[in-house]
């Protein structure tokens, strides 16, 4: 690509994305010499005055600009060159929403972050009088540490300000609208939450509900008020129909959703640590804990899954030692039956976060340490000790993307005997959280017809097309004629069958 220099100062390097407005770019600020978004206002020659459309742009960077919440992108600098408006923003290196869930399926609590993170964005944007109007997945973008920014006020206006607004009413994505909006009624801070129901089903389950052969079709959808059938029912869902309520007057308001969000994300009951030690006596101790550090005096204690009758005191180094200090060795530094017989003495829910714990915590420590096997493999060769259901019960209750992990450490069988043996759902987001690769066909091409059929349910519908179409077991069109009709029409239109 040639060099482009615009405004004397930012250098176009890459393009970030492309939507209704225009393109944005990846600059180099070369005078503050950071990286930094841009976003060049494309105004074709057709439609509405360019004037009015050129003072559009420069009022989404006014409005974004009056906006200063870590959930919403800052906006640095805006300016008109060579008749085109830019905004200048703060480069977000990271993925839309909408990338992510085409790709992955996130567990109800990620969406319920992500779902907290943009509500506190929006509440921050409503206060400032300002509405966004256009909230949907692919104007979420997450950065590696999964912050959430709100981006795009492309069609924001700010309540009271006139004129302008007129020819606003189908500007924004049509599927993700509020009826009232739709038909031409009055908007308020209850559209952007509708469009954030809409937004939150897509992400829940893998496909937007109003979406329909043209826009017509999808503005009748939008406007029908027909309840939502999930396949992922529970809180997230329970919201996301109170979001998605007709009359703007009856729809959940922000403090209610806030609330039922912070819900989900109460940290899971997460075993006090007097009432089950091992546990958390087995969390502090997986990160390299100092040989010589004194073990605290847990004598009292130590009748926990450790000294279970089942556990093997005569074996593995240390055997001299009593039976309290033996204790306190990290799972993986046990004998693998001895860890194993551990496991299976704990609450599936406390093993689930102690597995957690281990492959999230040592799989950062050693991705670059390619000496010692990855903790996911050590953990992986416990699990198998442990019968299948049991094994099952415990992923039920882990991370997904974890998870993954760890059944990608396993053989393609013994993981689909595992994920036969979790929740169907569980076992969708961890096939989702692997993604489309290798892997997760040949779990696939493991798992009977019958489990294939009710995991892929869940699954988004454009991954399962990925899926299908690379697996060479012949199946796919028994596992396509399994699925519910819903599932199969939206594999059929992705893949542009008959
Ligand atoms: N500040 C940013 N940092 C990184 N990526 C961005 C940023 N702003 C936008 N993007 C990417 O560009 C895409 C289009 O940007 P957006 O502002 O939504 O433009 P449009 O009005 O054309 O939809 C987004 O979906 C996102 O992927
Ligand atoms: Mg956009």
């Known amino acids: ?9 930012y250098e176009l390097l890459s393009r970030l994305g492309r939507g209704g407005m225009g393109t944005v770019w990846l600059a180099w600020d070369r005078t503050l010499r950071r990286s930094v978004a841009l976003k060049e206002v494309v105004l074709s020659p057709y439609g509405e005055d360019v004037a009015i459309r050129r003072e559009r742009a420069l009022r989404e960077a006014r409005a974004a600009a009056r906006i200063r919440h870590p959930a919403v992108v800052d906006i640095y600098d805006a300016f008109l060159d060579d008749g085109s408006p830019w905004i200048v923003m703060a480069y977000i290196d990271g993925a839309s929403l909408d990338r992510r869930i ?18 506190a964005g929006l509440v921050a944007v409503h206060s400032a009088q300002v509405l966004h109007r256009d909230v949907k997945p692919a104007n979420i973008v997450l950065d590696p540490e999964d912050r959430v920014f709100l981006v795009d006020f492309g069609i924001a206006r700010i309540s009271g ?7 606003n ?13 739709v038909d031409g009624h009055a908007v308020g801070p209850a559209s952007d939450l509708w469009s954030l129901g809409v937004t939150l089903f897509c992400a829940l389950e893998g496909y937007s509900p109003f979406l329909r052969e043209g826009p017509i079709e999808t503005v009748r959808a939008v406007g029908a008020g027909r309840p939502l059938r999930f396949r992922r029912p529970g809180p997230l869902a329970d919201a996301i129909t109170g979001l998605l309520v007709t009359d703007p007057g009856r729809r959940m308001g922000a403090a209610e959703l806030g609330r039922r969000l912070d819900a989900i994300l109460a940290p899971a009951p997460r075993t006090p640590p007097s009432r089950t030690p091992p546990s958390r006596r087995w969390e502090e101790a997986t990160p390299r804990r100092p040989r010589d550090t004194p073990t605290p005096a847990r004598g009292h ?4 899954p450790g000294s279970t009758p089942g556990s093997t005191p005569g074996s593995g180094p240390g055997t001299a030692r009593p039976e309290a200090e033996r204790d306190d060795r990290p799972l993986l530094e046990r004998p693998r039956q001895e860890a194993a017989t551990l496991l299976a003495s704990m609450e599936p829910r406390a093993a689930g976060q102690l597995m957690d714990g281990m492959v999230g915590s ?31 019960r415990v992923v039920d209750h882990m991370a997904p993307d974890r998870a993954a992990r760890l059944v990608r450490a396993m053989s393609p ?3 689909a005997s595992t994920l036969a043996h979790t929740d169907e759902r569980v076992a969708a987001a961890v096939l989702g959280a692997i993604g489309v690769v290798p892997a997760a066909v040949r779990l696939v091409e493991a798992m009977t017809l019958r489990r294939a059929c009710r995991v892929l349910e869940y699954v988004p519908p454009a991954v399962v097309a990925e899926l299908l179409s690379a697996t060479s077991d012949g199946r796919a069109d028994r596992i396509l004629g399994g699925l519910s009709r819903a599932v199969r029409d939206e594999i059929t239109r992705l893949t542009g069958g008959a």
Not at 103 to 114: D, G, K, P
Not at 376 to 386: D, H, I, M, R
């Open 161 to 167: 300000e006139s004129g302008l607004t007129s020819q």
């Open 362 to 392: 040592v799989g950062s420590v050693g991705v670059d340490g390619a000496s010692a096997p990855a903790a996911e493999v050590l953990v992986a060769e416990v699990l198998a000790l442990l019968p299948p259901s049991r094994a099952g």
């Open 169 to 181: 009413m189908l500007l924004g994505t049509v599927e993700f609208m509020a009826p009232e909006r």
């Open 102 to 119: 085409e790709r992955q399926i996130l567990s109800e609590r990620e969406i319920a972050r992500v779902g907290r993170d943009v509500l």
């Open 301 to 304: 204690d130590a009748r926990g």
């Open 1 to 9: 690509m040639t060099e482009r220099i615009v405004h004397g100062r």
């Open 413 to 415: 069988s013994r993981g």
